[in-house]
């Protein structure tokens, strides 16, 4: 696991804050990487913001439930990759998932249909379902709760490069 | 075991008498399977009882969507299984997120009801609050740093410390400690939004910086435990009807070593000459007014016996009196005046005083500030410090 500051960041308006990358079995290794490094980068990205102590709590949560979409991945090789910047109220997360051609396509399906503005009646109708939470559901949530905008970049063989922007400082819960 | 497994996780339990069931902390699992008993205990409350049933999320401060789902489920089968029953999930306004979440579930069934604890906050914080009342708590303030730049040193205060101030109302006292002592980190946090607002307003107006200002609830906080080498909170555990429990909070985010920092005052001790006896009489009565709405202004001297109960050594106490002879008596005065309009206005308003009473209540105002500008007069408000170390 490593910490540099990004050195390369495509939406130069963006300035990096952190970088975490971890090899995806040492990741899958204990189910608690999550929660660890969802609570850490948010306290390190979090205390300048107007009200770091909220600021982190929810960007923990929001976090965390990304981590725990990449420690479902099915592909046990790769790296698994993360960098956080920031533009005025906005923490861009980019964050590189190790996954299979199959996940990929799913995610590719989970965009389009935020894209095309299912995502409210799908999330709410696996609220009351017997189901349990998919990833879909939780990335929806992202959308709907937090006010996220999703976006896929640099979908190959191997993994999936998730971008998601959380304006957290500017959101009233 | 790894060195994951000795992180604090989350605590499920339920209190028949109130038929509550909380959850605190942070709920991450896995797989539901983790919290089988938890879930289990649930099950098993609900249907123990009858009527309302709480489900107290207050003190949690991360719930995953794993988790979430589990407990949903079983109150939406539950609403079915029972329809005589209400839920009501208790929310703090703190952790804004989960009564968000939660709130979801009302509208798949209606017995599910999300309630903010404390949206209805603190007895005195409403007649505090009200932004007319600023710019003479920036006076107070003002006043009795004059006293506390040579207090705080005794108390553990000093220069590249991490301090906390809590219920920092409008961030003054933050500043003021920030420009003199040089933390060197200062989170100063209150449950009044406006007041948080009102601080961050004038830090970016004076260009002051390093001071994280925090939305919460005393009480209850988000901040870890051991973080702070101070911790003050002044004014404040008088106005709280349990302060016991402010304490409990202070005492498990300091550090151990560090210090806990309280002032509190004794209204019925303020003073004034001449006219002595009517201000005595209205300050008196001022006590009884706050005691009316559960809040104690006679706690000053109970500093010591509240620190040493919450399991504080090494109690330190000692008092000062702000004056009239503190820099421009008109302060002082101004201070007095607000005082009257609050306290002899809408609180008085507020119990249903006669209007002789308040007549009377506020001719004792007047005559403090008639002392405070008389040439030869003297006019005191006098204030408790105390603090207490947290054993290593």
């Known amino acids: ?173 | 075991m790894t060195p994951f497994d000795s992180f604090p996780r989350f605590r499920a339990q339920y209190d028949g008498n109130n038929q509550e069931f909380s959850i605190s902390g942070v709920l991450r699992p896995q797989s539901i399977e983790e919290l089988a008993p938890s879930m289990a205990l649930l099950r098993e409350s609900i249907a123990r009882v009858r009527g309302v049933f709480h489900l107290n999320i207050r003190r949690l401060t991360q719930m995953n969507n794993t988790a979430f789902h589990a407990f949903s489920r079983v109150l939406l089968d539950a609403c079915r299984a029972r329809p005589d029953l209400k839920f009501v999930v208790i929310t703090s306004s703190v952790v804004g997120w989960t009564t968000q979440k939660f709130g979801r579930l009302s509208g798949i069934e209606p017995n599910i009801a999300v309630e903010e604890y404390d949206r209805e906050f603190y007895p005195g914080q409403s007649f505090l609050e009200d932004g007319g009342f600023i710019p003479i708590l920036r006076t107070q303030t003002k006043m009795t740093w004059r006293h506390e730049r040579t207090v705080l040193p005794r108390h553990g205060m000093r220069s590249g410390i991490a301090m906390a101030d809590i219920c920092c109302g409008i961030g003054d006292f933050a500043v003021l400690a920030q420009k003199e002592f040089q933390p060197a980190r200062i989170v100063a946090l209150d449950h009044s939004k406006s007041s948080l607002a009102y601080a961050r307003r004038v830090a970016a107006d004076f260009d002051v910086r390093g001071i994280e200002y925090t939305y919460g609830d005393a009480s209850e906080m988000l901040l870890d435990d051991d973080q702070f080498d101070l911790v003050t909170c002044r004014h404040s555990l008088q106005i709280f009807n349990k302060p016991e429990l402010i304490l409990k909070e202070l005492y498990r985010i300091c550090k151990p070593g560090g210090r806990v920092y309280v002032t509190n005052e004794k209204m019925s001790h303020c003073l004034g000459e001449p006219r002595s006896e009517t201000i005595q009489w209205t300050y008196d009565e001022l006590a009884k007014l706050f005691a009316y709405f559960n809040m104690d202004l006679e706690m000053g001297p109970k500093n010591r016996r509240y620190l040493v109960d919450a399991g504080f050594q090494d109690v330190r106490a000692e008092s000062f009196m702000v004056t009239n002879l503190d820099g421009d008596p008109q302060d002082f005065a101004d201070i007095v005046q607000s005082w009257e309009d609050t306290f002899a206005g809408e609180m008085s308003l507020r119990r249903g005083d006669s209007r002789e009473f308040v007549d009377r209540f506020r001719q004792g105002f007047q005559d403090h500030i008639f002392s405070a500008l008389h040439p030869k007069g003297y006019a005191g408000w006098p204030v408790w410090v105390a603090s207490g170390r947290k054993p290593s």
């Open chain 1, 1 to 173: 696991m490593n910490n540099a500051p990004e050195t390369q960041i495509a939406d130069p308006s963006f300035e990096a804050m952190i970088e975490v990358g971890m090899e995806i079995h040492t990741f899958l290794s204990n189910w608690r990487h999550c929660d660890c490094m969802s609570t850490y980068l948010a306290r390190m990205i979090s205390h300048n913001r107007s009200d770091s102590v909220r600021h982190s709590n929810l960007f923990s949560a929001a976090f965390n439930e990304l981590l725990e979409i990449a420690f479902r991945t099915r592909l046990p090789g790769g790296e698994l990759a993360c960098k956080v910047s920031r533009c005025g109220p906005i923490e861009r997360v980019e964050l590189i998932i190790p996954c299979t051609q199959e996940e990929q396509h799913f995610y590719v399906e989970t965009v389009r249909h935020i894209e095309e503005g299912e995502g409210r009646e799908r999330y709410l109708s696996s609220v009351s379902g017997d189901l349990s939470p998919s990833r879909e559901v939780v990335l929806l949530e992202l959308v709907i709760d937090y006010d996220a905008t999703l976006r896929l970049e640099d979908v190959n063989g191997d993994a999936i490069k998730l971008v998601i922007d959380l304006p957290l400082e500017g959101l009233s819960h």
